[in-house]
């Protein structure tokens, strides 16, 4: 198993022009493997594929859809 979600196909990441680096970040808080992580306050998070359970839930969790899905091939 390879980034963390290779079973379903998906890979996903923060889009930096999205996020706007909200004081309490709602997707980092509803991540189950604590994936998404912060480097400098004012810089966006970054999702960590290794960490990730591939539940997805950051997903909705970001009210500003700064958490996207990438489809890659098999």
């Known amino acids: 198993m390879t980034n963390g979600t290779a079973r379903t196909n998906v890979l996903l990441a923060i889009d930096d022009t999205r996020c706007r680096v ?37 997903v909705t969790a970001c009210p500003h859809g700064a958490v996207v899905r990438h489809e890659i091939e098999p």
């Not at 980092?28 to 290794?50: E, H, N, T, W, Y």
């Open 22 to 58: 909200c004081e309490i970040c709602l997707a980092r808080q509803a991540c189950r493997g604590k994936a998404i992580r912060v480097i400098d306050r004012d810089d966006p998070p970054f999702l960590d594929m290794s960490r990730c359970w591939g539940c997805r839930v950051c």
